[in-house]
């Protein structure tokens, strides 16, 4: 079985036309090109069964491209998704009409601006979309913007938690979005826990609504530019842009609708005081937590840095084991408690009261709202 001779002609002064990109639309059949002058189609002529043909058309295409006539190799499917790819290979996997190809394309670390937006043309996906904002090169070039609108725009059909809040963090990156756009989406985000946790992960210091800023012992100022972590958490916590952020949090926790949710919040809640804790999330359920913060509470003397606030500022011991308590919070706390990845909703709420509302309890110190 061979494509018909017209169709053959017709692909060969495509690929002969040195095309920028090439996508395939099975349901029309039809094979279009991205060149420098604009697009063009053409219209297959199947004498075949349809998916026999297009693989017919993928076959001459992958035999100009790569010399190969099988197609999207196994081995490159492979190597461009472990990031193996060469650069100098991009342009090539974006002929394919694979939209295998083309992930891979936008998967490589290499993908410069042009190559996005021959990407983009190949195919329009929000999965690519996310993929690329990761890169810098195209999130600070043209198809940045472009990107973010589109995953904007978007967002409302999204239904998985961790889409959502990887698009909103990625969409909240310096230069993507319009201050009015940036507003807007907070404005939306107001019983979306999810869009609260990308804010949360994007600008844990510069939230569009700060809440008013607590009162800091004159003290603690110059130790905090001394590079006392306690010191400089205190300082953060306290600001306008703190006390948002702990506001936020526990807006967040007070109803998380699923599992990705909650973690994801915990993460970006331990990230936030994660200098308290240069060796990382210590993993503790929570009573191993709360003994090792009463080891704090009853022997400061072996922490220095809290020891050095609380000789300076006793007023401030509450806020320090607080601290120390939410620096340690994660999946470690959760993990005895709900065994069941898949629990969600308010049956995963009443299961984890006895983790959420400790948490919740040490964030109403911080804020000064205990009680």
């Known amino acids: 079985m061979e494509l018909s ?3 053959s002609l017709r692909l060969s002064v495509l690929l002969a036309n040195k095309p920028q990109a090439i996508r395939i639309d099975e349901s029309r059949m039809r094979v279009q090109g991205l060149t420098a002058q ?31 006539p099988g197609g999207y190799p196994v081995y490159l499917r492979r190597w461009t998704r472990m990031g193996q790819m060469r650069d100098e290979s991009l ?23 042009e190559l996005a937006r021959r990407a983009w043309w190949a195919m329009e996906d929000a999965g690519n979309a996310r993929r690329m904002l990761k890169n810098p090169a195209v999130r600070e070039g043209r198809m940045g913007r472009i990107l973010a609108d589109y995953l904007v725009d978007y967002l409302p059909f ?19 979005l319009e201050e009015s756009q940036r507003l807007d989406l907070w ?25 008013p800023a607590r009162e800091l012992a004159s003290a603690l100022s110059p130790l905090a530019e001394t590079g006392n972590d306690y010191a400089r958490l ?35 809640l331990r990230g936030y005081f994660a200098g308290l804790r240069p060796a990382g999330d210590p993993d503790l ?54 065994p069941d990845p898949t629990t969600q909703g308010s049956l995963m709420r009443r299961k984890l009261a006895p983790v959420i509302d400790p948490i919740q309890e040490r964030l109403g110190i911080l804020r000064g709202v205990q009680g």
């Open 5 to 7: 001779p017209e169709d």
């Open 38 to 68: 604009g697009e063009s189609t053409l219209r297959l002529s199947p004498n075949a069964r349809p998916d026999q043909y297009l693989r017919l058309v993928r076959e001459l295409i992958s035999g100009h491209v790569l010399g190969s």
């Open 91 to 113: 342009e090539q996997l974006l002929l394919l009409g694979e939209p295998e190809a083309v992930v891979a394309a936008v998967c490589a670390p290499g993908l410069s601006d």
């Open 158 to 176: 999204e239904t998985e938690h961790e889409e959502i809040m990887e698009t909103v963090r990625l969409v909240l990156q310096p230069g993507l």
């Open 187 to 211: 404005r939306k985000s107001a019983r979306k826990q999810a869009y609260l946790v990308g804010f949360l992960q994007a600008l844990p210091d510069g939230l569009p609504e700060p809440a």
């Open 234 to 268: 205190l300082r953060r916590v306290c600001s306008p842009f703190g006390q948002a952020f702990l506001k936020t949090v526990s807006s967040v926790l007070a109803k998380p609708p699923t599992q990705e949710v909650l973690i994801a919040a915990l993460e970006t």
């Open 285 to 338: 359920t929570l009573d191993d937590l709360l003994s090792e913060v009463q080891g704090l509470a009853t022997s400061p003397l072996q922490h220095a840095q809290a020891a050095e606030v609380l000789a300076l500022a006793p007023g401030v011991r509450d806020e320090v084991l607080a601290m120390r308590f939410l620096s340690g919070v994660g999946y470690g706390l959760i993990r005895p408690l709900l």
